[in-house]
C-alpha cells in the first residue's frame, strides 16, 4: 500500500495569474518534478481529485462569493482584488484544488494510504467567507474541516505558511471544532494574526496565533510545536490534522524574511504527523515562491508524511538555528496557558 496520495490535477498549471505574478503555474511543476527527483515514487500514489460539490464550498462560503465567481469564471484577466486574478479556467482549478481534501478524506477513511497531499493551485488560506483575497479564490483546507466536523469529527488546523492564515481563522474563529494554530512573520501581509487573536464565544481558545519576528529559524518553530501546538493539539483530541502547508517562510522564498529551510519543513511536518494518533493527516500546499525551495520543502513536506526515516534521491537543507523568535513563543505559550486555567 502507498503511504502517502498526491492529488494532483493539470487544471492546476491552467489557473494563470498576469504575467510576473509569483502565484505562477511554474510552481505546479517545480512542486511535481521536486517529488519525482527526489525517488519517492513508490511511495506515493498519485490521483486526481474531483470538484468540490457547490454545497460543500458553501459550508464556508457565502452563497454571494460563490455565485460571484460563478459569473465571472471562464472569462480571461478577471481581477479579484489588487493580488487575486483569474484566468479562463481558474474556476475549475479552484473547485478541484476545493475538493482535492474531500476526496483525500475518502480515501484515508477508506485504508487507502496513512496520508494525503493536496498539490493544489490557487491555494486556499486567506480566502473569506464573502471574498477571494490574496492568490486565494476557495479557502481549500476549510472546506475540508468544514466537512469533517459535519461528521462529528474534530480537527486540528496547523499554517506554517509565512503568511498568516486569515481567511480559515475567520472561517472558525468562534467554533470549539476546530483548533486553529497559524506560525507566520509578524508584521507581514495581510495585518492580522496577533498572539491576542484567540478565538470568540465557543471558540475561545481555540485560534492560537504565533506573531514570528523577522529571521525566525526552525529551532523557535520546534520550540513553539513542542511547547504548545502538540499538547494543544492532544488536549484538543483532534481526530484529523489539516496542515496549510505553505513554503514560504524558506529562507530563500523571495515575498518573506523568515529563516525556515526544507529541513526544518520536514522536521515539522514529522512532529504533527507524529502527534496524529490515527493516521490521518492531509497537508494543503499554500505558498512558495522560490521555485527550488519550493520543490525541496514539499519534497521534505511529503517524505515526513511517508515516515521518519523516508531516503531521499536529494539532499534537504540542515534544519536551522540561532534567529530570533523563542520569546514570541514564550508568550503565546503563557497566553493561552492562562486561557486554559
Ligand atoms: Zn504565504
Known amino acids: 500500500m502507498p503511504e502517502v496520495i498526491v492529488y494532483a490535477h493539470d487544471r492546476f498549471v491552467d489557473h494563470r495569474p498576469p ?26 500514489e498519485w490521483r486526481e481529485p474531483t470538484s468540490a460539490p457547490v454545497e460543500a464550498i458553501l459550508g ?33 482549478a479552484a473547485r478541484l484544488a476545493a475538493g482535492a481534501g474531500l476526496d483525500a478524506i475518502d480515501a484515508l477513511r477508506a485504508g487507502d494510504g496513512s496520508a494525503a497531499f493536496c498539490l493544489v493551485r490557487p491555494p486556499g ?3 473569506r467567507p464573502n471574498e477571494a483575497m490574496g492568490f486565494c479564490l476557495y479557502n481549500n483546507i476549510a472546506v475540508a474541516a468544514d466537512a469533517l466536523t459535519r461528521a462529528g469529527e474534530r480537527v486540528a488546523i496547523v499554517d506554517y505558511d509565512a503568511h498568516h492564515g486569515n481567511g480559515t481563522q475567520d472561517i472558525f474563529f468562534d467554533r470549539d471544532d476546530v483548533l486553529f494554530v497559524s506560525l507566520h512573520e509578524y508584521p507581514q501581509y495581510p495585518g492580522t494574526g496577533a498572539g491576542t487573536e484567540v478565538g470568540r464565544d465557543a471558540g475561545l481558545g481555540s485560534t492560537i496565533n504565533f506573531p514570528m519576528p523577522s529571521g525566525s529559524t526552525g529551532d523557535a518553530y520546534l520550540e513553539a510545536f513542542d511547547t504548545v501546538v502538540i499538547p494543544s493539539i492532544e488536549r484538543f483530541g483532534a481526530d484529523w490534522i ?20 526544507s529541513g526544518d519543513h520536514a522536521a515539522l511536518t514529522r512532529r504533527l504527523a507524529d502527534s496524529s494518533s490515527r493516521g490521518r493527516t492531509i497537508a494543503f500546499l499554500e505558498g512558495g515562491y522560490d521555485l527550488d525551495a519550493l520543490a525541496l520543502s514539499t519534497v521534505g513536506c511529503v517524505g515526513a508524511l511517508i515516515g521518519p526515516d523516508t531516503s531521499l534521491d536529494v539532499e534537504l537543507e540542515a534544519q536551522s538555528s540561532g534567529g530570533p523568535g523563542r520569546e514570541i513563543v514564550a508568550a503565546v505559550r503563557d497566553l493561552h496557558n492562562q486561557l486554559a486555567d
Open 19 to 44: 504575467a510576473g505574478h509569483p502565484e505562477r503555474p511554474e510552481r505546479f511543476g517545480a512542486a511535481v518534478d521536486g517529488l519525482t527527483a527526489a525517488g519517492l515514487a513508490d511511495a506515493l
Open 60 to 92: 464556508v462560503h457565502d452563497r454571494g462569493h460563490v455565485d460571484h465567481l460563478e459569473r465571472v469564471g471562464g472569462q480571461e484577466g478577471v481581477r479579484l482584488d489588487p493580488d487575486t486574478h483569474m484566468s479562463s479556467h481558474s474556476l475549475e
Open 125 to 127: 488560506h486567506h480566502a
Open 242 to 261: 489539516l496542515i496549510s502547508a505553505g513554503f514560504d517562510a524558506h529562507r530563500d522564498d523571495p515575498l518573506t524574511n523568515l529563516g525556515l529551510t
